[in-house]
Structures are given as structure tokens and as C-alpha cells.
């Protein structure tokens, strides 16, 4: 019994000295951002490996969920007569959950482990070290562009996700089921608000970006340096990140939108 | 995968979510039917203002012509005071107009329709004045300009929300108390 | 600010633990400007520990560590920084960036630190990867190069900002025995052509008796022994005989630790199911 409640507290110990340490990376990190004013080229081909490549996985969940949302959403409302409203569905469900919250999902599957990857494989193989010796600090020179980079793309994958989506929905609901083009279009635009709907889902994704980024920055950099290690690291990213996706939008849900 | 090709995708991927942003906001949005803040605001008072909300839309004769911009208690006389916008190309509204809220359709959400009505105007006076006989001067010439609404106008007529419970309500005891009367008379 | 002390590096009382590991417990070493200096010892004694104390990446628990008059462990981070740049060290593997190749590489360090225009760091480029004799292996990856040439590299890196001292974390693992060979030379070349000091840390025997003018010997978190080459051979210290000449048993035990022999044979099970189910 005293051993099992000393692992516990073991365990609470070690998880508030990562949570420590990871808060230290993040000031560090944004103490960083100022010098890479300089270094836009840093960004920009950081802005490639996280946001580019993660371009086709995004565009293509994002068709799909986009076409499921306009079926599903058409069976249900042609119960009720309302599959004029299906735009509005589409939309709505799109812009201001799906879109954020399954792109910062694929992010942290996509762009995330392999963040947490390169950088714990750049601890093993001691580049950092390398870097620190040559006085070059590797939180300017590595993470920070990555973070910068992070926080960038999210926003911008997130709209793409829930363009397509919509453009999915469309394909399905005016293409396929026969929904009226006018009312599909006419509809959405008439319940999806610029600032409620479009500029929070926008803010949503931008936390999303920070909190993936950061913790697979963060977990690439703590990796124990052997290959188990940063497989393990890379698995904690999607994980935790995952976790901190699906938690925070319930947090910012309740900001935005509810009337808790 | 030379800087050059780095630097072109990363440019189409700027493009292309920046693309995807401006569809959500023109396209699903209703950014497009802002007209920008321009126009004029107008006040109305009613009993009753339930399930009306800050950015219900106001509409004359079904077009939707402004927004609330604002619900607000007034503590003095026990009214709500609902605040529009009136979009600035919609300036010939006569002062005469009143303002009811209505449902859009059974369960739809709630929003101001404004019905027209004949505001005071300079003619009133111009009747008044000719049927009197007192014909004077250079009044032959003034057209007969009605009043129109103007920023900080107080709509005078005006109807608050119907409450399904409340109309249930006086039906239900209206009901009632015919029975009873029918009781009554059969006694 | 160029100190002429005599001794470059002065490591007093210094004590580093890892937890409950000691690692060090107080030791002094002196290295002299100039020097081939080696550092030798057991596996697991915390060689790649004193260089990275010397670095100032790590902080010891007592004792300090001076570097050209300056005390590691009291610098600030730009005076830290400042301080790395006349320091180079190469990794044990190279710690080659896995994302730019060769040329990019040895360019790193001098794009960082200078404003110079693209031909200077060209020529400079060019002239250190010639003195490693790699300048034709400029646009290969470092996954395209051997062990030893990507060591190559990396002392042409570690010398791009031309330091006063390089310091070699076991620079001859692994080689084959013309890539060593080559290191070797290399390693003695640099040194006398550029006017460094070198501090190789190493369990090479041969290789960094040839070529070291001072040594020391480490184990068990102390000093046991210190000199030249020749005096280290001739010395009486039954740890240093045995280490040198790569005795299988002597004071360090062939055996590590364990119960009696016979009483674990005979003990039949160990307390724990063998972890073959695991695998």
C-alpha cells in the first residue's frame, strides 16, 4: 500500500517537473521569436516540412469529412423538411469545430511526431549539443523557427480543411442528394457569422497550433536521447497532444459560444 | 529539394490557405451582406423584447434592411429599448413607421419587422392651413416633403414579442372561463 | 582578451555527481597551450563529462574550471557564448547536421557568427575542408559519408572559426585502421600547424600515447596517473600497467561484482521470472 501511494506520488512529482520544465522551453522558446526577424528563411522552409506536407492529408480529410457531414446532415433533415439548412449544418460544423479540431488532430499526427522526432534524433546524435558548443543556441537556431512555423501553419491548414470541407459538403448535398444550390449557399450565409463563427474558429485553431507545437517541441527536446526514447516521445506527442486538443476546444467552446 | 521550390510551395500553401480564408469569409459567411458599420440608428421601446438578440436582423417588407445592435432595460418606465442599424442607403423611411417582433416561422428565431406608416409631415401643416383658408404665400411652391427616419429617432409604434406560453395562456383560461359562463347560464 | 599563463585549462577541485554517481571527486588538471594533451580511462569514467564541464554545458557540483583566465562556471550566457566560439570540440560521432551537406556544414558556425559575404566563406570553406582533405567531398550528405570522414568534417567545422583549442570526444572509435591512421595524423598536424591546443578524450591506447605529449588517467572519479608518454610506461602504478597494456585482470576486477560463485549456482532461481517471455 505505502508503495503503491509512493509511486503515485513519484509520478505527480515527475509530471509537474515536466510540466516545469516544458513552461521554462516555452518562455525560452517566445524569448527567441524576436531574432528570427532576420531569419524569415528559417521559418519558411519550417513553414514547408510542418505546413506543405501536411497540405494532402488535410485536403483530403477535410473533402471527406465535408461530403459525411452532407450526408448525414441530409438524412436528418429531410425527416424534418429542413434540407434547405443543409449549407447551414455543413458549415457551422465545419468552421467552428471539425475544421480546428480534426486539422490540429492530423497536425499533431503529421507535422507533430515528426517534429518530435527530428528534434529528439538531433538530441541523440548530439547536434544540439554541437550547436551549443559552436555558440549557437539551439533554441534560437531549431526550436523556435519550428514553434514560429507551427503557429503559422495551423491557422492556414484549418481554413484550407474547412474550405475543402464545405466544397465536400456542396459536391454531396447540391451534386449528389439534390439539394437546391441557391438555399444551400443562401442559408449558410445567412447563419454563419463572420466574428461569432469564422474569426473564433480561426483563434480556435491558432491555440491549437501553439499547444500541438509546444508539446511536440517540447517532447522532441526531453527525449532520452536512444532510439527508444524518441519513439516514445514521438508517441507521448500524439497522444498528449491529442488529449490537449480535445480538452482545450471544450474550454473554448464554452468561451465562444456558450452561455455557461 | 533545393530553397527555390521550398520557397514556391511554401508560397502556394501562404496562397492557398489565404484563399481558403477569404471563401469562409465571403462565401459561407455573411461577411458579404455587411455593409460596413455605415448608417444610421434608430431606437424603439417595447413590452416585451424576449428571445430577441443583439444581431437579429430588422426587415421591411421581408428585405432585411439592418441589424440590433443593442437590448437594454430601461429601469424608468420597466421597457426594453432595442437598438438597429439601418443600412445608410435605406434613408426613406417615414417617421410614421412602426416596429413589431415577429417569429420567423413557427420555432424561427425572432426579428424586427418594421411596417410603414405616414410620419408627420410639412403637408399636414399645409392641409391644415388651406382647410383653414389661410392660404399663405410661398407655401403653393414647397412640396410635400414627409419626415423620415433619422439617426437617434424613436419608433413610437410598437408591438413587443408574442409569448407562446402567455397566448396559450389567455386562451386556455379564456376557454375556461366561457365554460364556467355556459355553467352558469344552464343552471 | 589573449592570456599568456602558460596553462590554458585549469580544472581545481572539481566534483560532479549524476545523481548518487560520483563521477569526479575532486581532481586537478592542468593543460598546457600548445599541447597534445590525452585523457584516458575505463569505459563509464566520465571522460565526455570533463569536456562538457570544460564547455560549461554541464555545472559541477564543486570546484572550478578555468579556461584562458576565465572561469567557466561564473560566465554569463553571452560571456559563455563568447567563449565557445574560441573553443571547438568534436563529437563522437560527428554531430554532423543531418540536414545540409558537407559544405553547408563546415559554412555553419561562420554564417552564424559573421556577416561575411557568401565568396569569403567560400574560400574559407574550401580552404578548411582541403586541410581535412575533403574539399572534393563538398556536396555529399553527411548520410552519404563514412564514420571517419564525417569526423573529417567535423574538424573541419570545429576549426572553421579557427579556436585557440579543439577538444576530441574518442575521435578514433570505430575507424578502421586507415581512417585512424589518418585522424591521427591529422589530429598532431592541426595542432602544431595552427597553433591549438588539443584535449583528446580516449580509451585508444596507442593512438593517443603517439601523438599526446601530456597525459592523464582517469578512473574511479580520480587521477591515477599523469605524464608523458614515457613516463607512463615507466611507471610503477600497478592501475596504470594494467590499463596500458590492456591486462584482463589486475585492480580493475575481471569479474563485476556478484554474489559467491558457487552459492548462486547453487541458489537454483533468481527472485524474478529470467525476462525471456519479454523478448
Same mark, same amino acid.
Given at each position: 500500500?505505502?508503495?503503491?501511494?509512493?509511486?503515485?506520488?513519484?509520478?505527480?512529482?515527475?509530471?509537474?517537473?515536466?510540466?516545469?520544465?516544458?513552461?521554462?522551453?516555452?518562455?525560452?522558446?517566445?524569448?527567441?521569436?524576436?531574432?528570427?526577424?532576420?531569419?524569415?528563411?528559417?521559418?519558411?522552409?519550417?513553414?514547408?516540412?510542418?505546413?506543405?506536407?501536411?497540405?494532402?492529408?488535410?485536403?483530403?480529410?477535410?473533402?471527406?469529412?465535408?461530403?459525411?457531414?452532407?450526408?448525414?446532415?441530409?438524412?436528418?433533415?429531410?425527416?424534418?423538411?429542413? =434540407?434547405?439548412?443543409?449549407?447551414?449544418?455543413?458549415?457551422?460544423?465545419?468552421?467552428?469545430?471539425?475544421?480546428?479540431?480534426?486539422?490540429?488532430?492530423?497536425?499533431?499526427?503529421?507535422?507533430?511526431?515528426?517534429?518530435?522526432?527530428?528534434?529528439?534524433?538531433?538530441?541523440?546524435? =548530439?547536434?544540439?549539443?554541437?550547436?551549443?558548443?559552436?555558440?549557437?543556441?539551439?533554441?534560437?537556431?531549431?526550436?523556435?523557427?519550428?514553434?514560429?512555423?507551427?503557429?503559422?501553419?495551423?491557422?492556414?491548414?484549418?481554413?484550407?480543411?474547412? &474550405?475543402?470541407?464545405?466544397?465536400?459538403?456542396?459536391?454531396?448535398?447540391?451534386?449528389?442528394?439534390?439539394?437546391?444550390?441557391?438555399?444551400?449557399?443562401?442559408?449558410?450565409?445567412?447563419?454563419?457569422?463572420?466574428?461569432?463563427?469564422?474569426?473564433?474558429?480561426?483563434?480556435?485553431?491558432?491555440?491549437?497550433?501553439?499547444?500541438?507545437?509546444?508539446?511536440?517541441?517540447?517532447?522532441?527536446?526531453?527525449?532520452?536521447?536512444?532510439?527508444?526514447?524518441?519513439?516514445?516521445?514521438?508517441?507521448?506527442?500524439?497522444?498528449?497532444?491529442?488529449?490537449?486538443?480535445?480538452?482545450?476546444?471544450?474550454?473554448?467552446?464554452?468561451?465562444?459560444?456558450?452561455?455557461? | 529539394?533545393?530553397?527555390?521550390?521550398?520557397?514556391?510551395?511554401?508560397?502556394?500553401?501562404?496562397?492557398?490557405?489565404?484563399?481558403?480564408?477569404?471563401?469562409?469569409?465571403?462565401?459561407?459567411?455573411?461577411?458579404?451582406?455587411?455593409?460596413?458599420?455605415?448608417?444610421?440608428?434608430?431606437?424603439?421601446?417595447?413590452?416585451?423584447?424576449?428571445?430577441?438578440?443583439?444581431?437579429?436582423?430588422?426587415?421591411? &417588407?421581408?428585405?432585411?434592411?439592418?441589424?440590433?445592435?443593442?437590448?437594454?432595460?430601461?429601469?424608468?418606465?420597466?421597457?426594453?429599448?432595442?437598438?438597429?442599424?439601418?443600412?445608410?442607403?435605406?434613408?426613406?423611411?417615414?417617421?410614421?413607421?412602426?416596429?413589431?417582433?415577429?417569429?420567423?416561422?413557427?420555432?424561427?428565431?425572432?426579428?424586427?419587422?418594421?411596417?410603414?406608416?405616414?410620419?408627420?409631415?410639412?403637408?399636414?401643416?399645409?392641409?391644415?392651413?388651406?382647410?383653414?383658408?389661410?392660404?399663405?404665400?410661398?407655401? =403653393?411652391?414647397?412640396?410635400?416633403?414627409?419626415?423620415?427616419?433619422?439617426?437617434?429617432? #424613436?419608433?413610437?409604434?410598437?408591438?413587443?414579442?408574442?409569448?407562446?406560453?402567455?397566448?396559450?395562456?389567455?386562451?386556455?383560461?379564456?376557454?375556461?372561463?366561457?365554460?364556467?359562463?355556459?355553467?352558469?347560464?344552464?343552471? | 582578451?589573449?592570456?599568456?599563463?602558460?596553462?590554458?585549462?585549469?580544472?581545481?577541485?572539481?566534483?560532479? &555527481?549524476?545523481?548518487?554517481?560520483?563521477?569526479?571527486?575532486?581532481?586537478?588538471?592542468?593543460?598546457?597551450?600548445?599541447?597534445?594533451?590525452?585523457?584516458?580511462?575505463?569505459?563509464?569514467?566520465?571522460?565526455?563529462?570533463?569536456?562538457?564541464?570544460?564547455?560549461?554545458?554541464?555545472?559541477?557540483?564543486?570546484?572550478?574550471?578555468?579556461?584562458?583566465?576565465?572561469?567557466?562556471?561564473?560566465?554569463?550566457?553571452? #560571456?559563455?557564448?563568447?567563449?565557445?566560439?574560441?573553443?571547438?570540440?568534436?563529437?563522437?560521432?560527428?554531430?554532423?547536421?543531418?540536414?545540409?551537406?558537407?559544405?553547408?556544414?563546415?559554412?555553419?558556425?561562420?554564417?552564424?557568427?559573421?556577416?561575411?559575404?557568401?565568396?569569403?566563406?567560400?574560400?574559407?570553406?574550401?580552404?578548411?575542408?582541403?586541410?581535412?582533405?575533403?574539399?572534393?567531398?563538398?556536396?555529399?550528405?553527411?548520410?552519404?559519408?563514412?564514420?571517419?570522414?564525417?569526423?573529417?568534417?567535423?574538424?573541419?567545422?570545429?576549426?572553421?572559426?579557427?579556436?585557440?583549442?579543439?577538444?576530441?570526444?574518442?575521435?578514433?572509435?570505430?575507424?578502421?585502421?586507415?581512417?585512424?591512421?589518418?585522424?591521427?595524423?591529422?589530429?598532431?598536424?592541426?595542432?602544431? &600547424?595552427?597553433?591549438?591546443?588539443?584535449?583528446?578524450?580516449?580509451?585508444?591506447?596507442?593512438?593517443?600515447?603517439?601523438?599526446?605529449?601530456?597525459?592523464?588517467?582517469?578512473?574511479?572519479?580520480?587521477?591515477?596517473?599523469?605524464?608523458?608518454?614515457?613516463?607512463?610506461?615507466?611507471?610503477?602504478?600497478?592501475?596504470?600497467?594494467?590499463?596500458?597494456?590492456?591486462?584482463?585482470?589486475?585492480?580493475?576486477?575481471?569479474?563485476?561484482?556478484?554474489?559467491?560463485?558457487?552459492?548462486?549456482?547453487?541458489?537454483?532461481?533468481?527472485?524474478?521470472?529470467?525476462?525471456? #517471455?519479454?523478448?
Amino acid at each position: 500500500m505505502s508503495n503503491w501511494l509512493q509511486s503515485l506520488g513519484m509520478a505527480c512529482l515527475g509530471a509537474f517537473e515536466r510540466l516545469g520544465r516544458a513552461s521554462i522551453l516555452f518562455v525560452q522558446i517566445l524569448s527567441g521569436l524576436p531574432s528570427l526577424f532576420g531569419r524569415v528563411s528559417l521559418v519558411v522552409y519550417q513553414i514547408y516540412s510542418v505546413g506543405v506536407l501536411s497540405l494532402v492529408i488535410i485536403i483530403v480529410s477535410g473533402l471527406f469529412v465535408g461530403m459525411v457531414l452532407g450526408l448525414q446532415g441530409y438524412n436528418t433533415l429531410v425527416d424534418f423538411g429542413a =434540407e434547405e439548412s443543409l449549407g447551414v449544418v455543413v458549415a457551422l460544423g465545419l468552421v467552428r469545430e471539425l475544421g480546428p479540431v480534426v486539422t490540429a488532430l492530423l497536425f499533431a499526427g503529421r507535422a507533430g511526431s515528426a517534429l518530435t522526432a527530428e528534434i529528439g534524433l538531433m538530441k541523440a546524435t =548530439e547536434q544540439l549539443s554541437a550547436m551549443e558548443m559552436m555558440a549557437i543556441d539551439p533554441i534560437r537556431r531549431v526550436l523556435a523557427p519550428r514553434f514560429l512555423a507551427g503557429v503559422i501553419a495551423m491557422p492556414l491548414l484549418a481554413a484550407i480543411f474547412s &474550405a475543402v470541407g464545405v466544397i465536400g459538403g456542396y459536391f454531396v448535398g447540391v451534386g449528389m442528394v439534390g439539394v437546391d444550390d441557391g438555399a444551400f449557399w443562401s442559408q449558410m450565409q445567412d447563419a454563419v457569422d463572420m466574428y461569432d463563427d469564422i474569426y473564433n474558429g480561426v483563434i480556435k485553431s491558432m491555440v491549437f497550433g501553439v499547444v500541438v507545437t509546444w508539446i511536440a517541441i517540447f517532447e522532441g527536446n526531453d527525449a532520452i536521447p536512444t532510439s527508444e526514447g524518441v519513439s516514445r516521445a514521438t508517441t507521448r506527442t500524439v497522444v498528449y497532444s491529442s488529449l490537449a486538443v480535445l480538452g482545450l476546444d471544450f474550454v473554448l467552446t464554452a468561451l465562444m459560444f456558450g452561455e455557461i | 529539394m533545393n530553397s527555390r521550390m521550398v520557397e514556391i510551395w511554401v508560397g502556394i500553401f501562404v496562397a492557398a490557405g489565404a484563399a481558403a480564408l477569404f471563401m469562409l469569409a465571403m462565401k459561407v459567411s455573411n461577411l458579404s451582406s455587411y455593409s460596413n458599420d455605415e448608417g444610421y440608428t434608430v431606437t424603439a421601446r417595447f413590452e416585451d423584447a424576449s428571445g430577441l438578440k443583439v444581431r437579429s436582423p430588422v426587415s421591411m &417588407a421581408g428585405v432585411r434592411i439592418g441589424r440590433v445592435t443593442g437590448i437594454s432595460f430601461d429601469k424608468h418606465s420597466l421597457e426594453a429599448v432595442v437598438t438597429m442599424r439601418i443600412e445608410k442607403n435605406y434613408d426613406t423611411l417615414p417617421s410614421g413607421t412602426s416596429a413589431s417582433i415577429y417569429t420567423a416561422g413557427l420555432l424561427g428565431e425572432k426579428y424586427i419587422g418594421l411596417e410603414p406608416g405616414s410620419g408627420a409631415s410639412d403637408c399636414d401643416d399645409a392641409l391644415l392651413a388651406e382647410l383653414e383658408g389661410k392660404k399663405s404665400a410661398g407655401n =403653393e411652391n414647397k412640396e410635400c416633403k414627409e419626415e423620415v427616419l433619422k439617426d437617434g429617432t #424613436e419608433l413610437k409604434l410598437t408591438q413587443g414579442s408574442m409569448v407562446l406560453e402567455k397566448l396559450i395562456g389567455q386562451f386556455v383560461s379564456r376557454f375556461l372561463s366561457e365554460g364556467d359562463a355556459d355553467k352558469e347560464k344552464k343552471k | 582578451m589573449q592570456n599568456n599563463d602558460d596553462i590554458i585549462i585549469k580544472v581545481r577541485n572539481l566534483s560532479f &555527481a549524476r545523481g548518487n554517481r560520483v563521477i569526479f571527486d575532486d581532481i586537478d588538471l592542468d593543460i598546457k597551450r600548445g599541447s597534445v594533451t590525452g585523457i584516458m580511462g575505463p569505459s563509464g569514467t566520465g571522460k565526455t563529462t570533463l569536456l562538457r564541464l570544460i564547455g560549461g554545458q554541464l555545472q559541477p557540483t564543486a570546484g572550478t574550471v578555468e579556461v584562458d583566465g576565465e572561469c567557466v562556471q561564473q560566465l554569463n550566457r553571452s #560571456e559563455l557564448y563568447r567563449l565557445r566560439k574560441r573553443m571547438g570540440m568534436l563529437f563522437q560521432n560527428g554531430a554532423l547536421l543531418t540536414d545540409m551537406n558537407v559544405f553547408d556544414n563546415v559554412a555553419f558556425p561562420l554564417r552564424e557568427h559573421t556577416q561575411l559575404p557568401e565568396q569569403i566563406i567560400r574560400d574559407l570553406v574550401l580552404m578548411k575542408l582541403e586541410s581535412v582533405g575533403l574539399r572534393g567531398a563538398r556536396k555529399l550528405m553527411p548520410s552519404e559519408l563514412s564514420g571517419g570522414m564525417a569526423r573529417r568534417v567535423a574538424l573541419a567545422r570545429a576549426i572553421a572559426l579557427d579556436p585557440m583549442m579543439i577538444m576530441y570526444d574518442e575521435p578514433f572509435t570505430g575507424q578502421d585502421p586507415i581512417s585512424m591512421g589518418v585522424l591521427v595524423r591529422l589530429i598532431r598536424l592541426l595542432n602544431d &600547424a595552427l597553433g591549438l591546443t588539443s584535449i583528446i578524450v580516449s580509451h585508444d591506447i596507442q593512438e593517443t600515447l603517439s601523438i599526446a605529449d601530456d597525459v592523464y588517467l582517469l578512473s574511479g572519479g580520480k587521477v591515477v596517473g599523469h605524464g608523458t608518454t614515457e613516463e607512463l610506461n615507466n611507471s610503477k602504478s600497478e592501475w596504470a600497467q594494467q590499463f596500458l597494456k590492456g591486462l584482463p585482470d589486475g585492480p580493475v576486477p575481471f569479474h563485476y561484482s556478484a554474489a559467491d560463485y558457487a552459492d548462486d549456482l547453487l541458489a537454483g532461481v533468481d527472485d524474478k521470472p529470467a525476462a525471456g #517471455e519479454a523478448v
